[in-house]
């Protein structure tokens, strides 16, 4: 009786599916696609209804979901030409993207089959794309504040394509072979492509992250033995939906999204490795241009491309003493050097007068990390700069009273070990007897007195902002409120000068902008000022230029000045030089003022601000913020 039952139900099982199968797979797929093709507007055996005036029908409103984006919302583009792009590379793309999958998946099939013993073997025979491609139903565009490019792609694909695959089944000494068939697959997603970061460097984007904003919607055909097609059975269609939910739904589905890195690391740069501490003391024997031996000296150094940071100017000095500290951050030490050039300033024009480098490989300050080390840099000629590498590398302690606690105040260095690598060869043996190569430059522009003080980060970003093993408590930022921050949360502030919009000319129809930069740390009395370089003539100029404040505490306040640089004429009319005082020789066109810790509880800011005490004018900056911990040396 209970085998009976079986029997009967089995057949029954089988029955009704087969039932199933006719009754509800009649519908084709390629049918349905014709219905919504753009070639359909050129086939004159499709009636268009006519509707104006009269409410659409439910037969035809069914439809509307099936419809491209850009034929329902006007804020999607139409992408025809991209379409009638992958329609010609659609045949290229079936062959190659088909005998990809194929070697791809068997060797993930047979691991799989290892644990199921009933399954002997799964063979793909075919894969066949078919011949409707892929369709792109608009594109839609996002404006961010961030670095990055948002796209919203919806996916369309009523195919014809075909997977046929052979399964061999056993079990009890019997086998069999069980043909299933995949097609007619009916897609609809909605994507969202977000190219981030943006950066400077070919090819400009840093990676692409791709995400569902919705459970796709998935039809397909699938034919088992005697081309039985068990997805028209009731219910199975919903049931493959929901597993889409469930398998996507932790992976691809938004707010979740999978990344593939375009460039290295994805673009983005590796957090920095430690902090230059150079304090420039003086300069010997520095010459002046050719028509003039007179110099007012200062000097640039950079050590991260386009983070320029320079002295104060010591007037009519060929020996002039600076003693003047500045702060750098190290990426790689192997790949870095420290760029130093003397300027000569000019009222019209600053003129480079001498140009030297010190490569961080190997130098002996960052080889001995927490001690300060004297180094010297001879001076060449600028259009030799790129013949030009010196290292700098004093021998540590050499210099009488200088060690771990901290830069030497000013003290002169009696005694300077240097070293150099001059045209690749090193000058002490350049492997010709001793003197120096005739090919190699001459030093003659005179020489630069430093000392250097290199202290590696413990960790740094994320490692500095989370709960990391040895983390200093006092300095984890991630996740703090604005209330929660104090002056021992320290890091690093990088501030991009973009532009200024529409600044205001009093009247005169010409401003020449420049802008002043300034950290005020309380804590730790730290008083940083960078200086952009002067547009001339342009009410809207645009720089690009970025500054680095290094180990300011999350409590200093960043404030942007803009200033009108006065020409001579200008000056002498002012209102001081009226009233007997000396002309300033600049004009305030307005200022802004932002909370550090505002930059550091959003990781960053790009924004438009208005300038204050002013009647016109925007200045547009980009504020980052990362932690940083300094290793105990």
Partial sequence: MALAAMLGGSLGVVGGIAAGARLFGTTKATETFKELDI?????????IPDMEGRPVPASAADVLPWTPEWTKWPDYERTMWLNRAIKTLWPVYNEAIAKMAIEQAKPQIDAALKGVPVVQAVNIELIDLGTHPIAIGGVKAYETADEESMLEVPVQWGSNARVCVSVRVGFGGMYMNIPIEVKDVQLKARARVTLKPLVETIPCLGAVTISLLEVPTVDLALMLINKMDIMAFPGL??????????ALGSMLIYPNSMSFDIMEGGGVPPPPQGM????????????????TSKIDPFV??????????RTETVSNSTHPEWNEELQFIVDDPDAQSVSVIIKDDDAFNDTIVGVGAVQLSQAMFILNPGTVVPVTVDLYRPEKAGMAKFVGGGVAGSAKGIGKAGLSGGQKVAKVATFGMVGGQNKKNDGNGGK???????PDRGTIFMEMLYTPFRAAGKA?????????????TLGMSKKQLSSDHKGLLTVTLIRCIDLEDGGEGEV?????LEIDDPAGSKHEVHTSPIIMNEPSPRWNVKYDYIMVSATSTFTATVWDKQGLFNSLLSLKTLLGKK????????????????????RRITDTWALMDSQQGEIQLKLEWMPLQLADV
């Fill in 276 to 291: 230059l501490l150079v304090k420039v003391l003086r300069g010997t024997g520095l010459k002046g241009t050719e028509l």
């Fill in 237 to 246: 269609n919903l049931a493959v939906n929901l597993g889409l939910k469930m």
């Fill in 39 to 47: 070639s359909a507007d050129h086939d004159d055996s499709i009636e």
């Fill in 300 to 309: 640039e150094m950079t050590v991260r491309d386009g983070r320029v940071k």
């Fill in 436 to 442: 120096q190569s005739s090919k190699a430059p001459t």
């Fill in 464 to 476: 500095a902002a989370g709960n990391t093993p040895g983390a200093q408590k006092s300095n984890m």
């Fill in 512 to 516: 020449d902008p420049f802008v002043e």
């Fill in 583 to 602: 002309p300033e020789g600049r004009k305030r066109l307005g200022f802004i003022k932002i909370d550090v810790a505002d930059v550091v509880e959003n």
